[in-house]
């Protein structure tokens, strides 16, 4: 069974201001390299979105609603709805990122 993926508008967000950081402190090239992969990574959960692991911070708090998977060090958060994937969050694991999911995805319960 094939997936539709869907990325809200937050995330989008996310990862505007990941290129724009990475485009700044690093390269354009670099900006491009990241960008691919992670539309890449977000493209495979087409097929079998299932496979993605729970958040950690969200499993402490009893939520199995969302899936994580990784393009090292981002992070992906998306849900799976019916047929549809939804990318809700595309963060930097470098960060803490506990406060951000719980006001983020908490929202869209």
Not at 9 to 38: F, G, M, W
Not at 48 to 69: L, S, T, V
Request: contains cysteine; neutral net charge.
């Amino acid at each position: 069974m094939k997936y539709e993926v869907r990325i809200v508008n937050v995330a989008i967000d996310d990862l505007y201001a990941i290129c724009r950081y990475v485009a700044n402190n690093d390269s354009p090239e670099k900006t491009d390299h990241l960008l691919d992969n992670i539309q890449k990574a977000v493209l495979s959960l087409e097929t079998m979105p299932a496979r993605g692991n729970h958040p950690p911070e969200m499993q402490r708090w009893g939520i199995f609603d969302f899936r994580e998977i990784f393009f090292k060090p981002y992070r992906i958060i998306y849900e799976i709805r019916d047929n549809v994937v939804f990318i809700h969050a595309v963060l930097d694991g470098r960060r803490n990122c506990e406060d951000l999911l719980q006001q983020r995805l908490l929202r869209a319960l």
